[in-house]
């Protein structure tokens, strides 16, 4: 189920919720989980959802919100994305990336056309671990050189991940969503680019 369906059928079925405190409740209950199942993706349990929505429903309410959670595997570059990675490629950094998905991000990255800028793939799927663990973050310092760099968009998944693994963290923050949270963040990677300059992290 996407994102906007899910608020949809949040709203319809009698609650005011914003696609803001949606998403930010999704992530939390994401972030609860550090092992991915046999699958791939773990699906997000609706109680947890609503629990951390303040939401405390009937059975009744709860049996009709009732359903598959799995995060969409839709997939597409923002705009923005390979001019980043040109920007790191023109600077020799090592990109790895780190995902919470099946075995079809080899793939997607192919489809996609940036498989000449990544160095490697760490995907939940082969490494058993799934972020926030802070494994994850690991294995993929085996492929980069110190110091080194983790930019994600979801906080309770990305940067509290990589914190916990001992590297430096930057929130992508692209609608607003983490306005309240106090970090070192951007709202795109054109702010990235700029954000590595001034920090003199890629020197």
Partial sequence: MSFEKLV??????GYPVTA???FRAVTK????SNFPNQVGLNPVDVGELLYELGIYPSSQILGQLGGDYTPSQDY???EDAKEFLEYLNSKGVDVVLITNATRR??????SLGIKKYVKAVIAS????????????????LNYVAQPAIHIGDIYELDYIGAKRAGLESLLLDRFGFYEDVKVNKVRNLYEAMTYL???KLLV
Wanted: glycine share 4%; with cysteine; aromatic share 10%.
């Fill in 20 to 22: 803001k405190q949606v």
């Fill in 8 to 13: 949809v059928r949040l709203r319809k079925a």
């Fill in 105 to 110: 991000m080899h793939d997607v990255i192919d």
């Fill in 29 to 32: 209950v994401m972030g609860k």
């Fill in 125 to 140: 799927c082969d490494v058993g671990v799934v972020k926030p663990h802070p494994r994850i973050f690991r294995y993929a």
């Fill in 197 to 199: 300059d001034k920090q």
């Fill in 76 to 78: 597409f570059l923002y």
